[in-house]
């Protein structure tokens, strides 16, 4: 397989064998962790922008980090530091960026499709670190490295994603990369954040923690956004963790073997209990940790491509 | 062949005969010198590495094998086509008490063996690095040589030259120029 993208924007466009290409390269990039040196020249003499215009720190923290294993040049422009907040365009920005000749842009925006933008208008390549609720395809793809790593194979697996799927980008990026590479996808959660509509792209839909828990391979628990709430999709915290948090209890009926994840930052006590976030099927650390190496994988392919190779 | 303007220049048997006197160098050179780990650049250095620590150890001479990939240290990132599936490094943990010994199928620039060396170093500090190639063709575009090789091959520039070992490219072996 030849790589061609020197942008990542979304899972849905990539085929499986790109996927496992990126997680294959991912877990050669994990070892450079272990190494004595943790830091490969691969990206030296590039610039790579962290263009957040929404908040964000940890992924914002593992992209930089990623990009500095590379040996790349990391400057970092936040929303409420930038000319953004003085009303320019978010092309102008870009475009400013681009004349500064950066070679990579990583762009968290709260607009679905601003990464798309920028990359059909400039050279560099552009990597979406979440738009919107449309897709967050790095956190994607650490989730299936995450349940490789652990469980060997992804097709055949079952994986249940808990909580609010209606505005979740994790949750779009997921059920792309978890149906390409063959895994059922069981989405959870009360009516008003689990919409029906889902079913339409081949996921199961079940109102009833309790009643899937037990045939799940990973249950990925999202974080539930208190802006949720005051817009009246769930009455409360306390109800949301009674009916769909992860719970010690409940924690019993899960499978042997079976992963629990989280994206991060977890609500100890709403979507799950600290006891099961710290407990033997937790892999949430892991996730943190794969995320990184997803990251490397993500910016050494992109900055790969020569420019007459793009596709 | 699929190019029909390929010739072999090194038949099946000059192989097997380039990796045995390649073998003799080595334990002359290496024999009594502490530990000894060949790690071989993936795809053919891989190959030729088990290969010489098989005549090694016939020959009463006890090394280790391994790989060292150098994707992550090429200086070439973004300028050709086609990037490389990344392969596994691997060296000893105790990288201090060996002799590492960077094996390739052929040199060229140099620059396969700047990227390896500096791979290892990434791991650790090594007794000693040493480079092992089955074939010379020159046309050198930095200051690195090898220490111990089989062949001289000295080819233009631009003619490419491949080495075909069975258990990479099945058929028959040997070394061809097209």
């Given at each position: 397989?030849?790589?061609?993208?020197?942008?990542?924007?979304?899972?849905?466009?990539?085929?499986?064998?790109?996927?496992?290409?990126?997680?294959?390269?991912?877990?050669?990039?994990?070892?450079?962790?272990?190494?004595?040196?943790?830091?490969?020249?691969?990206?030296?003499?590039?610039?790579?922008?962290?263009?957040?215009?929404?908040?964000?720190?940890?992924?914002?923290?593992?992209?930089?980090?990623?990009?500095?294993?590379?040996?790349?040049?990391?400057?970092n422009i936040t929303a409420t530091t930038s000319s953004l907040a003085k009303g320019e365009s978010l092309k102008d920005t870009a475009k400013n960026l681009e004349a500064l000749a950066a070679d990579l842009i990583v762009l968290r925006h709260s607009a679905a499709g601003a990464p798309q933008f920028l990359a059909e208008r400039l050279h560099a390549g552009v990597i979406n670190a979440g738009d919107g609720s449309h897709e967050h395809p790095t956190q994607g793809l650490l989730d299936?490295?995450?349940?490789?790593?652990?469980?060997?194979?992804?097709?055949?697996?079952?994986?249940?994603?808990?909580?609010?799927?209606?505005?979740?980008?994790?949750?779009?990026?997921?059920?792309?990369?978890?149906?390409?590479?063959?895994?059922?996808?069981?989405?959870?959660?009360?009516?008003?954040?689990?919409?029906?509509?889902?079913?339409?792209?081949?996921?199961?839909?079940?109102?009833?923690?309790?009643?899937?828990?037990?045939?799940?391979?990973?249950?990925?628990?999202?974080?539930?956004?208190?802006?949720?709430?005051?817009?009246?999709?769930?009455?409360?915290?306390?109800?949301?963790?009674?009916?769909?948090?992860?719970?010690?209890?409940?924690?019993?009926?899960?499978?042997?073997?079976?992963?629990?994840?989280?994206?991060?930052?977890?609500?100890?006590?709403?979507?799950?209990?600290?006891?099961?976030?710290?407990?033997?099927?937790?892999?949430?650390?892991?996730?943190?940790?794969?995320?990184?190496?997803?990251?490397?994988?993500?910016?050494?392919?992109?900055?790969?491509?020569?420019?007459?190779?793009?596709? | 062949?699929?190019?029909?303007?390929?010739?072999?220049?090194?038949?099946?048997?000059?192989?097997?005969?380039?990796?045995?006197?390649?073998?003799?160098?080595?334990?002359?050179?290496?024999?009594?010198?502490?530990?000894?780990?060949?790690?071989?650049?993936?795809?053919?250095?891989?190959?030729?590495?088990?290969?010489?620590?098989?005549?090694?150890?016939?020959?009463?001479?006890?090394?280790?094998?391994?790989?060292?990939?150098?994707?992550?240290?090429?200086?070439?990132?973004?300028?050709?086509?086609?990037?490389?599936?990344?392969?596994?490094?691997?060296?000893?943990?105790?990288?201090?008490?060996?002799?590492?010994?960077?094996?390739?199928?052929?040199?060229?620039?140099?620059?396969?063996?700047?990227?390896?060396?500096?791979?290892?170093?990434?791991?650790?500090?090594?007794?000693?690095?040493?480079?092992?190639?089955?074939?010379?063709?020159?046309?050198?575009?930095?200051?690195?040589?090898?220490?111990?090789?089989?062949?001289?091959?000295?080819?233009?520039?631009?003619?490419?030259?491949?080495?075909?070992?069975?258990?990479?490219?099945?058929?028959?072996?040997?070394?061809?120029?097209?």
């Amino acid at each position: 397989m030849t790589w061609t993208r020197k942008d990542l924007l979304t899972l849905s466009e990539l085929s499986a064998e790109e996927i496992s290409f990126i997680l294959d390269t991912a877990a050669e990039f994990k070892g450079v962790g272990k190494r004595r040196l943790k830091k490969v020249p691969s990206l030296r003499g590039k610039t790579l922008v962290n263009l957040f215009v929404e908040a964000s720190t940890r992924t914002r923290t593992s992209f930089e980090l990623a990009a500095v294993r590379l040996s790349a040049d990391v400057v970092n422009i936040t929303a409420t530091t930038s000319s953004l907040a003085k009303g320019e365009s978010l092309k102008d920005t870009a475009k400013n960026l681009e004349a500064l000749a950066a070679d990579l842009i990583v762009l968290r925006h709260s607009a679905a499709g601003a990464p798309q933008f920028l990359a059909e208008r400039l050279h560099a390549g552009v990597i979406n670190a979440g738009d919107g609720s449309h897709e967050h395809p790095t956190q994607g793809l650490l989730d299936v490295f995450t349940m490789r790593e652990h469980l060997g194979s992804i097709a055949g697996l079952k994986v249940g994603i808990v909580g609010d799927i209606r505005f979740s980008r994790v949750a779009r990026s997921n059920i792309w990369a978890l149906q390409k590479l063959g895994a059922e996808v069981v989405l959870i959660g009360p009516p008003t954040l689990v919409p029906r509509e889902f079913e339409r792209v081949g996921a199961r839909i079940s109102h009833d923690l309790d009643e899937v828990l037990g045939e799940l391979d990973v249950v990925n628990l999202l974080r539930i956004q208190h802006e949720r709430q005051k817009a009246g999709y769930f009455p409360g915290t306390g109800e949301y963790a009674a009916l769909f948090g992860l719970s010690a209890a409940r924690a019993e009926k899960l499978k042997p073997g079976a992963l629990v994840m989280h994206p991060g930052p977890i609500h100890r006590g709403v979507e799950l209990d600290g006891s099961v976030a710290d407990g033997p099927h937790s892999v949430i650390l892991d996730q943190v940790t794969n995320g990184l190496a997803v990251r490397m994988a993500v910016l050494y392919l992109c900055a790969s491509v020569p420019p007459e190779d793009i596709s | 062949m699929s190019n029909a303007d390929s010739r072999q220049i090194v038949d099946a048997a000059g192989v097997a005969e380039a990796v045995a006197k390649l073998a003799g160098i080595l334990s002359a050179a290496l024999r009594n010198r502490g530990s000894v780990f060949l790690a071989g650049v993936p795809t053919r250095g891989v190959t030729l590495a088990a290969r010489l620590q098989k005549a090694l150890e016939l020959a009463g001479m006890q090394v280790a094998c391994g790989a060292v990939d150098i994707s992550m240290h090429r200086d070439d990132l973004g300028l050709r086509s086609g990037v490389q599936p990344l392969r596994g490094t691997e060296l000893p943990l105790d990288l201090e008490n060996w002799s590492i010994v960077i094996v390739d199928d052929v040199q060229q620039t140099g620059r396969t063996a700047r990227a390896a060396m500096e791979a290892v170093l990434a791991f650790g500090r090594p007794k000693r690095i040493f480079y092992a190639v089955l074939a010379d063709r020159g046309g050198r575009e930095l200051p690195v040589r090898p220490d111990f090789t089989a062949l001289e091959l000295p080819v233009p520039t631009q003619a490419r030259l491949r080495v075909r070992l069975a258990e990479n490219d099945g058929g028959e072996e040997g070394i061809f120029q097209s």
